[in-house]
Protein backbone atom coordinates (compact mmCIF):
# COMPACT_ATOMS: atom_id res chain seq x y z
CA UNK A 1 0.00 0.00 0.00
CA UNK A 2 3.02 2.37 0.62
CA UNK A 3 4.40 2.45 -2.73
CA UNK A 4 0.76 2.77 -4.10
CA UNK A 5 -0.04 6.10 -1.96
CA UNK A 6 3.25 7.30 -3.66
CA UNK A 7 2.75 6.34 -7.08
CA UNK A 8 -1.09 6.75 -7.46
CA UNK A 9 -0.90 9.35 -10.39
CA UNK A 10 2.28 7.98 -11.89
CA UNK A 11 0.24 7.83 -14.79
CA UNK A 12 -0.31 11.85 -14.87
CA UNK A 13 2.98 11.85 -16.27
CA UNK A 14 2.20 11.30 -19.75
CA UNK A 15 -0.16 14.06 -19.36
CA UNK A 16 0.63 17.71 -20.59
CA UNK A 17 1.91 20.15 -17.81
CA UNK A 18 -0.67 23.12 -19.53
CA UNK A 19 -3.64 20.75 -18.35
CA UNK A 20 -2.61 19.41 -15.16
CA UNK A 21 -2.20 22.77 -14.34
CA UNK A 22 -5.30 24.54 -15.95
CA UNK A 23 -7.27 26.92 -13.65
CA UNK A 24 -10.18 26.11 -15.05
CA UNK A 25 -12.63 23.46 -15.90
CA UNK A 26 -11.51 21.09 -18.03
CA UNK A 27 -13.44 20.62 -21.34
CA UNK A 28 -15.06 17.06 -22.22
CA UNK A 29 -11.55 16.11 -24.54
CA UNK A 30 -9.31 17.31 -21.93
CA UNK A 31 -11.08 15.30 -19.57
CA UNK A 32 -11.10 11.99 -21.45
CA UNK A 33 -7.17 12.51 -21.63
CA UNK A 34 -7.07 13.00 -17.95
CA UNK A 35 -8.82 10.01 -17.07
CA UNK A 36 -6.09 7.56 -18.48
CA UNK A 37 -3.73 8.57 -16.12
CA UNK A 38 -5.25 5.20 -14.02
CA UNK A 39 -4.36 3.11 -16.87
CA UNK A 40 -1.25 4.11 -18.08
CA UNK A 41 -0.01 4.45 -14.49
CA UNK A 42 -1.13 0.70 -13.98
CA UNK A 43 0.94 0.15 -17.63
CA UNK A 44 4.01 2.44 -16.28
CA UNK A 45 4.28 -0.08 -13.02
CA UNK A 46 3.47 -3.31 -14.93
CA UNK A 47 6.15 -2.75 -17.48
CA UNK A 48 8.81 -1.23 -15.45
CA UNK A 49 8.18 -3.87 -11.95
CA UNK A 50 8.45 -7.57 -12.91
CA UNK A 51 7.81 -8.49 -8.60
CA UNK A 52 4.77 -9.87 -7.88
CA UNK A 53 4.04 -7.60 -4.82
CA UNK A 54 3.98 -4.95 -8.17
CA UNK A 55 0.88 -6.49 -9.59
CA UNK A 56 -1.17 -5.31 -7.07
CA UNK A 57 0.30 -1.65 -6.77
CA UNK A 58 -0.82 -2.06 -10.31
CA UNK A 59 -4.18 -2.35 -9.55
CA UNK A 60 -4.48 -0.44 -6.67
CA UNK A 61 -2.90 2.40 -9.52
CA UNK A 62 -5.62 1.67 -11.73
CA UNK A 63 -8.65 1.63 -9.20
CA UNK A 64 -8.11 4.79 -7.48
CA UNK A 65 -10.54 7.20 -9.21
CA UNK A 66 -13.36 4.19 -8.49
CA UNK A 67 -16.13 5.57 -6.30
CA UNK A 68 -18.12 3.43 -3.59
CA UNK A 69 -21.41 3.91 -5.49
CA UNK A 70 -20.06 2.81 -8.87
CA UNK A 71 -19.98 6.00 -10.38
CA UNK A 72 -15.95 5.99 -10.60
CA UNK A 73 -13.38 4.91 -13.71
CA UNK A 74 -12.03 3.23 -15.48
CA UNK A 75 -14.11 0.09 -14.72
CA UNK A 76 -17.42 1.58 -12.71
CA UNK A 77 -16.63 -0.67 -9.34
CA UNK A 78 -18.70 -0.53 -5.98
CA UNK A 79 -18.67 -0.83 -2.71
CA UNK A 80 -15.93 -4.02 -1.69
CA UNK A 81 -15.37 -4.93 -5.64
CA UNK A 82 -13.03 -1.93 -4.99
CA UNK A 83 -9.85 -3.04 -3.82
CA UNK A 84 -9.40 -1.90 0.36
CA UNK A 85 -6.28 0.00 -0.30
CA UNK A 86 -8.03 1.90 -2.83
CA UNK A 87 -11.07 2.59 -0.73
CA UNK A 88 -8.19 3.93 2.06
CA UNK A 89 -6.18 5.86 -0.18
CA UNK A 90 -9.44 7.45 -1.75
CA UNK A 91 -10.33 9.46 1.71
CA UNK A 92 -6.69 9.81 2.40
CA UNK A 93 -5.53 11.21 -1.17
CA UNK A 94 -8.89 13.45 -1.35
CA UNK A 95 -8.42 14.78 1.99
CA UNK A 96 -5.04 15.77 1.13
CA UNK A 97 -6.22 17.41 -2.46
CA UNK A 98 -8.59 19.25 -0.63
CA UNK A 99 -6.32 21.21 2.19
CA UNK A 100 -3.80 22.11 -0.35
CA UNK A 101 -4.25 24.30 -3.07
CA UNK A 102 -4.48 23.84 -6.52
CA UNK A 103 -4.06 25.71 -9.82
CA UNK A 104 -7.82 24.73 -10.24
CA UNK A 105 -9.00 24.96 -6.13
CA UNK A 106 -8.10 26.88 -3.34
CA UNK A 107 -7.18 25.10 -0.29
CA UNK A 108 -10.44 24.00 1.86
CA UNK A 109 -9.76 23.92 6.11
CA UNK A 110 -9.24 20.85 7.50
CA UNK A 111 -12.59 21.53 9.17
CA UNK A 112 -13.96 21.98 5.69
CA UNK A 113 -12.27 18.90 4.03
CA UNK A 114 -13.77 16.91 6.77
CA UNK A 115 -17.35 17.55 6.49
CA UNK A 116 -16.86 17.29 2.64
CA UNK A 117 -15.50 14.03 3.33
CA UNK A 118 -18.83 13.32 5.54
CA UNK A 119 -21.20 14.10 3.32
CA UNK A 120 -19.87 11.77 0.56
CA UNK A 121 -19.86 8.84 2.89
CA UNK A 122 -21.74 5.97 1.19
CA UNK A 123 -21.28 7.65 -2.09
CA UNK A 124 -17.57 8.76 -3.27
CA UNK A 125 -16.43 6.70 -0.12
CA UNK A 126 -16.36 3.45 1.71
CA UNK A 127 -18.75 4.32 4.80
CA UNK A 128 -16.04 1.69 7.47
CA UNK A 129 -13.20 3.89 5.89
CA UNK A 130 -14.67 7.16 6.55
CA UNK A 131 -16.00 5.81 9.84
CA UNK A 132 -12.08 4.79 10.59
CA UNK A 133 -10.93 8.39 8.82
CA UNK A 134 -13.11 9.89 11.60
CA UNK A 135 -11.95 7.68 14.58
CA UNK A 136 -8.27 8.84 13.81
CA UNK A 137 -8.39 12.43 12.91
CA UNK A 138 -10.71 12.87 16.18
CA UNK A 139 -7.94 11.01 18.01
CA UNK A 140 -5.06 13.67 16.59
CA UNK A 141 -7.33 16.52 17.88
CA UNK A 142 -7.02 15.03 21.42
CA UNK A 143 -3.42 14.79 21.65
Not at 20 to 25: E, G
Not at 52 to 60: E, G, N, R, S, T
Not at 88 to 105: E, F, H, N
Request: hydrophobic content about 35%; proline content about 3%; some cysteine.
Amino acid sequence: MGYASFLHDIGKAKIPASLLQKPSKLNEKEWETMKKHTLWGKQIISKQFSLKQFDKIAKIIYQHHERWDGNGYPQGLKCDEILIEVQILSVADAYDAMIYKRPYQKALSKEEAIEEIKSEKGKQFSPKVVDTFLKIEDKFKKD
